[in-house]
């Protein structure tokens, strides 16, 4: 929602101010269908060069990250720790028990508690090989940890290819936008014999070319860009989350603290309280029992 109110507030003010300064928005009507033909033609055959089918696909989904924000919220952080939790207690309790839940977590009772989670892929995968290596003695804490970091890493890479895509056409949209209006300078120079009104006019239109390049770029293309590896960048906390709880379950600390590590390693804006957390910890031991 935010975002459209952004998208809103730029496009009042812009065209708003130009209005109210006395411009003509006919003359820029006029002009921007065939400048945005050649600007936004260009940066998306340019984008499609630089990029594979898997990367354009990428991109184009994470374009709603703007507008939807975070996937993981405050109450998916609460229920990360109390998966984790469990899945840590029957560890300690059973280890042989824990096995049916991390060679097929799509049929485990405690998964099936968290469908948001279980829905994705990368954290199911995070935890159940991790826990999975434990359970075959692969247990230092800091060869684990050094494993995990270079695997969020990778992660973390691989997911921000989108917002340097975006970058990477933010960046030459001002340059296409001179190219725009050097062929509508080219345009005007053949009509060199019309009267100034007329030329007035054809300048002003060429001149939208630089307008729209600089405007896309850093009125709505580069922002886009921002906010998807805000986003992304936000929802890798999620990840490293699951990182902090089962290296200090490696180190043998109890299980109550080692998701109070968990706890403390949350942002600020998704941490659940301590007492919170607490009830839906004791809420975990009465299903259980």
């Not at 730029?10 to 009507?29: E, L, P």
Request: glycine share 8%; aromatic share 8%; charged share 20%.
């Amino acid at each position: 929602m935010i975002g459209i109110v952004g998208i809103l507030l730029i496009f009042i003010m812009v065209f708003g101010g130009y209005a109210a300064a006395g411009g003509k928005i006919a003359i820029i009507m006029k002009s921007l269908p065939f400048e945005f033909m050649m600007i936004g033609g260009a940066a998306t055959g340019a984008f499609v060069i630089s990029n594979d089918l898997s990367g354009i696909k990428h991109t184009l989904k994470d374009i709603g990250k703007v507008f939807k924000g975070p996937k993981w919220k405050p109450e998916d952080y609460k229920d990360l720790l109390c998966l984790l939790f469990e899945l840590i207690r029957l560890a300690r309790q059973n280890p042989v028990a824990l096995e049916e839940h991390i060679e097929a977590p799509e049929n485990s009772l405690i998964f099936s508690k968290y469908p948001k989670i279980l829905a994705d892929k990368e954290a199911i995968a995070l935890i159940c090989d991790t826990l999975r290596s434990a359970s075959m003695s692969y247990d230092d804490p800091h060869q684990v940890e050094e494993v995990l970091e270079k695997r969020l890493e990778a992660n973390l890479h691989h997911a921000l290819h989108s917002s340097h895509a975006m970058t990477a056409i933010s960046d030459a949209l001002p340059a296409l936008g001179i190219v725009a209006a050097v062929l509508g300078v080219i345009k005007t120079m053949a009509s060199i014999d019309q009267p100034p009104e007329i030329l007035g006019k054809m300048i002003g239109g060429a001149l939208v070319g630089t307008f729209l390049g600089v405007f896309l770029a850093y009125g709505i293309v580069g922002p886009f860009a921002r906010k998807m590896k805000d986003v992304i960048e936000e929802d890798g906390h999620f990840y490293n989350l699951v990182r902090e709880v089962l290296v200090a379950n490696l180190h043998n600390h109890a299980t109550n603290i080692c998701i109070e590590v968990g706890r403390q390693n949350t942002p600020g804006r998704y941490r659940p309280s301590f007492s919170d957390l607490e009830e839906a910890l004791k809420e975990v031991k009465s299903e259980a029992a």
